[in-house]
């Protein structure tokens, strides 16, 4: 059953619960302000400082998790097409948030909801090709 989740919910739903913890909820407008803050920061060797942001953090676990979604849609399991369902669910609400919500009018949320929109795409794409396979069209032999 958890294997039809997609996994693209928890970089989402770690967006969710950050702009919840704001003073304002989901019509805070300082949500751009929050994701742009410094946490931490490396030494490069170059002597400049790497500041690393929670939108850098956000956007990185949302393209690890982006690969390996990537790689579940390729196994032909049933849970495969629950989990292109939730997907597109998980878009839909994405992009309602988007528009809605000025707490989630951020560069971060757009590209994460950009790699949900890759992942439904990919998946569906990735299905109809391996399905294609599934099926012979060959010529008719007398």
Same mark, same amino acid.
């Given at each position: 059953?958890f294997?039809? /989740?997609?996994?693209?919910?928890?970089? *989402?739903?770690?967006?969710?619960?950050?702009i919840?913890a704001?003073?304002?909820g989901f019509? $805070? #407008?300082?949500?751009?302000? %929050?994701?742009? +803050?410094?946490?931490?920061?490396? @030494?490069?060797? &170059?002597?400049?400082?790497?500041?690393? &942001?929670?939108g850098?953090?956000?956007?990185?676990?949302?393209?690890?998790?982006? =690969?390996? +979604?990537?790689?579940? $849609? !390729?196994? $032909?399991?049933? !849970?495969?097409? *629950?989990?292109?369902?939730? @997907?597109?669910?998980?878009f839909?609400g994405?992009?309602v948030?988007?528009?809605l919500?000025?707490?989630?009018? &951020? $560069? &971060?949320? =757009?590209?994460?909801?950009?790699?949900?929109?890759?992942d *439904? /795409?990919?998946g569906?794409? *990735?299905?109809?090709?391996?399905a294609? %396979?599934?099926v012979? =069209?060959? #010529?008719d032999?007398?």
């Amino acid at each position: 059953m958890f294997a039809a /989740l997609p996994l693209l919910a928890l970089p *989402v739903l770690a967006y969710n619960l950050a702009i919840l913890a704001l003073a304002g909820g989901f019509r $805070s #407008q300082e949500a751009s302000i %929050r994701m742009s +803050e410094p946490l931490f920061s490396f @030494s490069m060797n &170059t002597g400049v400082d790497w500041p690393v &942001t929670l939108g850098d953090l956000l956007l990185l676990a949302g393209l690890v998790v982006l =690969f390996i +979604e990537l790689l579940k $849609s !390729t196994t $032909s399991r049933r !849970t495969v097409i *629950v989990n292109h369902a939730l @997907s597109m669910l998980l878009f839909v609400g994405c992009l309602v948030e988007f528009l809605l919500a000025p707490a989630f009018a &951020t $560069s &971060t949320f =757009f590209l994460l909801t950009v790699m949900v929109l890759l992942d *439904v /795409l990919a998946g569906f794409i *990735v299905t109809i090709v391996s399905a294609r %396979r599934d099926v012979d =069209f060959g #010529q008719d032999v007398p």
